[in-house]
Nanobody, 116 residues
Framework: QVQLVESGGGLVQPGGSLRLSCVLT????????MGWYRQAPGKQRELVAA???????SYTDSVKGRFTISRDNAKNTVYLQMNSLKPEDTAVYLC??????????WGQGTQVTVST
């Protein structure tokens, strides 16, 4: 059974940094596209960053230059390094593992709050 478990969220001041981690249990990590999404209250879920099995990377415009996604296939883990955080980055961040036409799995999410 595939499970995704996120960690690393918390409360941080504007301008601060956090690193999120997502561990996948199962055998599909290396052939999945891994993504980080976020959902703020009253807003639609949005894709923040994604990294394919061949390490092609994409970011939503609002985080370019501030966030970095990476993966470690040996540890079945995907990371999201978040720097220069802003209050508008406040959201629940969710990890996603997908292979088009085959599977989509979601984690439970980790709260990130950027506030003074």
């Amino acid at each position: 059974q595939v499970q995704l478990v996120e960690s690393g969220g918390g409360l941080v001041q504007p301008g601060g940094s956090l690193r999120l981690s997502c561990v996948l249990t199962g055998t599909i990590f290396s052939i999945s596209t891994m993504g980080w999404y976020r959902q703020a209250p009253g807003k639609q879920r949005e894709l923040v960053a994604a990294i394919t099995s061949t390490e092609h990377i994409s970011y939503t415009d609002s985080v370019k230059g501030r966030f970095t996604i990476s993966r470690d296939n040996a540890k079945n883990t995907v990371y999201l390094q978040m720097n220069s955080l802003k209050p508008e980055d406040t959201a629940v961040y969710l990890c996603n593992a997908a292979r088009s036409g085959w599977w989509v799995y979601w984690g439970q999410g980790t709260q990130v709050t950027v506030s003074t």
